[in-house]
């Protein structure tokens, strides 16, 4: 195996040093080999992927649809995501020269921190939230300006935002993401209508991660690009609606001015996503597909009611989740306030695995996230080995 040169050593990307890789997975790799652990970690479906979107990509495979692609993705589904988010959202995009088929949402939100923001920039993120943007950001050597939300139930309230805005007057930009990854809570229309009255009279541009917009329970979902279409670069994917995580298809809805900006450098990354992830994205987003979110939806909802019942009887203080597969709890009162240590004690004694609050920002901290998207055995199993743990 070759070794690196040492002179070699020294020369990198220097910010690249102090960029923290996914806490999730790396706490999520720090216990994996705990024998007999019940991990409750990933935000991962554990569903398949639906027999209709799989058969699209063999299709497209049979179909020779092997050459280089569109770059904005294949006019059949930037039709299909366009015609979706009408369907949803009430939301119009032109599917050609409004709408990029991304690699996951991941590259979505790299395409645009990288686009839209120089180093030295200023942009809001609420916390607690999912810690790819700070990564990113700092990568890049933008700087986020954190808003803990932990006091107003973790939902941005307008008064904190018109505070933060008028601390940081030059911010390029904010991170939404709702329903939130890791606190389940989803923003109701109206307090969206309030915070768009208010970003409105800003300079800055509103990156919307919407992936879990199919899924919410009770309220169905309103994405902030309703009020404010002209600021607002929507991000989704499939990740989450279709158990297509492995898939990786993501797409970026925004104003065609910026959207052209954003094909430059997603074009530069990854040229185009692969045609038959896309094949089976065009497939998922149709009229076809709808029904696929709602069956996974009444499938994570007697879940979720499940985590939620048992961990409150065991004397959790529990965010009741409205949307997601993530239940967030606060750590009990005689653990103190270290989630992480909480998170290793629980994992070794208990053999439980959760996700330390702090790994998702300020707002995090004293929490931690159980991701429900597990068979209800493994919830049942975890909650009797939680129960164990906290009677010894
Ligand atoms: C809020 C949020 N955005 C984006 C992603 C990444 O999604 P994708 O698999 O489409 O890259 C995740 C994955 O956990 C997420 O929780």
């Known amino acids: 195996m070759p070794e690196l040169a040492a002179n070699l050593e020294p020369i990198v990307n220097r910010r690249l040093l102090t960029t923290t890789p996914s806490a999730i997975r790396k706490f999520d790799q720090e216990i994996s080999g705990i024998p007999g652990i ?13 027999e209709h979107v799989k058969q699209a990509a063999i299709n497209s495979i049979n179909n020779n649809e092997s050459h280089y692609g569109r770059q904005m993705g294949s006019l059949k589904l930037d039709q299909a995501i366009s015609a979706y988010l009408k369907r949803k959202q009430n939301l119009v995009y032109d599917p050609e020269t409004e709408i990029i088929v991304t690699v996951g949402a991941t590259e979505a939100i790299a395409t645009t921190i990288i686009s839209l923001f120089n180093a030295g920039d200023e942009v809001i993120v609420p916390t607690p939230t999912f810690a790819l943007y700070f990564s990113l950001l700092h ?31 030059h911010a390029k930009g904010i991170i939404l993401n709702y329903p939130n990854n890791p606190t389940g809570r989803e923003y109701p229309e109206t307090l969206i209508k309030k915070l768009a009255v208010i970003l409105e009279q800003h300079q800055l541009y509103v990156l919307s991660d919407e992936i879990y917009s199919e899924l919410t329970y009770g309220t169905k979902h309103y994405s902030i690009a309703r009020c404010l279409p002209e600021q607002t670069i929507l991000i989704s994917g499939l990740s989450k609606s279709h158990a297509m995580t492995g898939y990786r298809v993501g797409y970026l809805a925004a104003p065609q001015k910026v959207i052209k900006l954003l094909t430059t450098t997603h074009a530069l990354l990854v040229t185009a996503v692969p045609n038959m992830t896309q094949a089976a994205a ?11 979110p709602q069956k996974a939806n009444k499938i994570y909802a007697e879940r979720k009611d499940l985590i939620s019942t048992g961990l409150s009887q065991l004397g959790f203080e529990i965010i009741p989740p409205e949307g997601a597969f993530y239940l967030f709890a606060k750590i009990p009162a005689k653990y103190g306030t270290n989630d992480l240590t909480f998170a290793r004690e629980l994992a070794h004694s208990a053999r439980v695995g959760c996700i330390p609050g702090s790994a998702f920002g300020d707002g995090g901290i004293g929490y931690v996230r159980f991701s429900y998207a597990a068979s209800p055995e493994k919830i049942r199993e975890a909650l009797k080995r939680i129960a164990d743990f906290l009677n010894n």
């Open 38 to 50: 019940v991990k409750l970690t990933v935000g991962e479906p554990d569903l398949n992927t639906p």
């Open 282 to 292: 065009c497939e998922a987003l149709s009229v076809r597909g709808d029904a696929d």
């Open 139 to 169: 990568l890049f050597g933008i700087k986020a300006v954190t808003i803990n939300t932990a006091q107003d139930d973790f939902l941005l309230q307008p008064e904190r935002l018109t505070k933060t805005l008028a601390a940081h007057p």
